[in-house]
């Protein structure tokens, strides 16, 4: 039988809700006021998601490395925070100042509020609600932002739903910033059908498609990555010592986005699905676009 548990913090960033199970070694702990986010996946003694400690500390790490965030209505970099849509230019607040750049949405840090919760003998169904008037300048687009959890003891099924509740067409995109450990990460491979990558400016920004700059199945040994891939299929593997993970996202598109990011620490990487390419909103690389009262539904399964 799963449990759930809701865990009160003197700081609200750190109330979280963990999942465990009466008689498995299994642990998920989620912080709603975190953006929804995912921030510890435990399974047979071996921690998979590289989350944050939950304590000071632990919010430093979250805003300095959006550590398994969701990131809407943009993943990635917007360049200088600038962009022009339907013939109106908008101005983003820029959050990566090193590099003059608007950086992963502003969900991440949010309170989303627990709507629906269902516990049972083989799963445990949780769903987080955000609300966005369009206060922003940079983004005056009104939306509701519904994430998902549907956890399993081999599988995690995530929905990110986005609805349009303003009265103009809504420019998005959609992204997740997951780290995953790796106890010998020099041995540990990485896998996906890639036909590209881009290449980047001195900024991060896209200039351009290239070809592919390591063979895929990669094993990661002294390897740096910080690159955006064009995946033929909407799959993902990773395998290191103690277990393999296999994500799968969908809508599978003609162009599938993957980030991949591996911290100087040699001790995790960052396997991020995306529905577009950074700075989407200037080069509309999978861009998306809904119409008023439109919905748009992103599901991500990660099975270990």
Not at 160 to 168: C, F, L, Q, V, Y
Not at 228 to 250: E, H, M, P, R, V
């Amino acid at each position: 039988m799963f449990i759930l548990s809701k865990h009160p913090h003197s700081n609200p960033a750190l109330e979280s809700l963990m999942v465990s199970h009466e008689t498995e070694n299994f642990e998920v702990r989620l912080y709603p006021n975190l953006g929804a986010s995912l921030q510890e996946f435990v399974k047979n003694n071996v921690q998979i998601i590289d989350g944050i400690t939950n304590d000071e500390a632990g919010l430093e790490t979250y805003k300095n490395r959006y550590t398994s965030s969701w990131l809407f209505p943009f993943p990635n970099r917007i360049s200088n925070g600038k962009y022009t849509f339907e013939n109106n230019n908008y101005e983003l607040d820029i959050n990566e100042k090193a590099l003059n750049n608007a950086l992963h949405g502003f969900v991440f840090n949010k309170h989303f509020k627990l709507i629906e919760e269902n516990t049972s003998e083989d799963s445990v169904f949780l769903k987080f609600h955000y609300t966005y008037t369009g206060e922003l300048a940079g983004f005056p687009f009104p939306f509701q932002l519904n994430i998902s959890y549907r956890i399993t003891l081999n599988d995690i099924d995530m929905t990110m739903e986005a609805k349009n509740t303003g009265t103009s067409n809504m420019p998005f995109g959609m992204g997740w910033h997951p780290y995953f450990k790796a106890n010998q990460f020099a041995e540990s491979v990485l896998n996906f059908e890639a036909f590209s990558q881009y290449e980047v400016d001195n900024k991060m920004i896209p200039t351009r498609e290239m070809q592919l700059a390591h063979e895929l199945p990669l094993t990661l040994e002294d390897t740096f990555l910080d690159d955006c891939f064009l995946a033929k299929t909407a799959s993902t593997t990773y395998k290191t010592d103690g277990y393999n993970l296999k994500i799968d996202f969908k809508p599978e598109n003609e162009k599938n986005f993957i980030q991949c990011y591996t911290p100087p620490t040699r001790d995790c990487i960052a396997i991020e699905p995306m529905t577009c390419a950074p700075d989407v909103f200037n080069n509309g690389d999978g861009l998306l676009v809904l119409e008023p009262n439109e919905s748009y539904r992103w599901q991500i399964k990660m099975s270990v």
